[in-house]
């Protein structure tokens, strides 16, 4: 059974400073990685989508890995601004019955002017 | 474009009661999902759509929840009779496919709260 893991669960950094988001996932078996934010009262925005026979993804600011054999993904947040302050979640789309999509329980990000 | 429509956005219920939630896609998406969220947690699938065919509902607690989307367009998640644990907000998302990837987009979702 895929099971879906993030830390930290909340972090609090300085504006202007670099970060790293982490996700783990317990099976290698999916089509692809997807990272979303989640503002407060409001539904999921998708930020990247990494295919699985790929190894990154950038847009903007942002920049997502994934190593699919450890089971690993990473979000890298350069130069953060407090309108990044968010949750992130990631989630697999996994090459199970239905293709199902499992989510991580997101970390939840406040950048301090 | 519009995005995915949800309504009611706030929804408080004694338990025990019925409740109704509502979810227009956005036009032409094929694919409707209803996820639901307990706080601190990430979105877990109830039920995914397919047109009007039900493609997944392994997860869906059937003794109380019930879901239709009788015209392949909007859709209405019902939960009767309500329960505490079932307070958590609940996200509708509508997707579609180009080649390999499918794109999934979400609505604001209904909190509720069952006391």
């Known amino acids: 059974k895929q099971e879906v893991t993030q830390i930290p669960a909340a972090l609090s950094v300085p504006e202007g400073e670099n970060l790293v988001l982490n996700c783990s996932f317990t099976?290698?078996?999916?089509?692809?990685l997807q990272w979303f934010r989640q503002d407060p009262g409001k539904g999921l925005t998708s930020l990247l989508l990494?295919?699985?026979?790929?190894r990154e993804q950038t847009s903007g600011r942002l920049n997502a890995s994934l190593d699919k054999s450890s089971g690993r993904s990473t979000l890298y947040i350069a130069a953060s601004q407090p309108g990044d302050s968010a949750t992130y979640l990631c989630?697999?789309?996994?090459?199970?019955?239905?293709?199902?999509?499992?989510f991580g329980p997101g970390t939840s990000l406040s950048v301090i002017p | 474009e519009a995005g995915v429509a949800q309504s009611p956005r706030y929804k408080i219920i004694e338990k025990r009661q019925s409740v109704a939630f509502w979810c227009n896609p956005i036009?032409?998406?094929?694919?409707l999902y209803w996820y639901q969220q307990i706080l601190g947690q990430g979105p877990k699938l109830l039920i995914q759509?397919?047109?009007?065919?039900?493609?997944?509902d392994s997860q869906l607690p059937k003794d109380r929840f019930s879901a239709e989307r009788l015209k392949g367009v909007d859709s209405t998640l019902k939960i009767q009779p309500a329960k505490l644990e079932d307070s958590a907000v609940y996200l509708c998302?509508?997707?579609?496919?180009?080649?390999?990837?499918?794109?999934?987009?979400f609505g604001p979702g209904t909190r509720l709260l069952v006391l």
């Open positions: 998302a509508s997707s579609y496919v180009v080649g390999y990837q499918e794109t999934q987009y």
């Open positions: 099976d290698s078996a999916i089509y692809n």
């Open positions: 990494i295919q699985s026979s790929q």
């Open positions: 989630a697999v789309r996994t090459k199970t019955s239905y293709d199902k999509v499992i």
């Open positions: 036009s032409g998406h094929a694919t």
């Open positions: 759509f397919q047109n009007n065919g039900v493609v997944d």
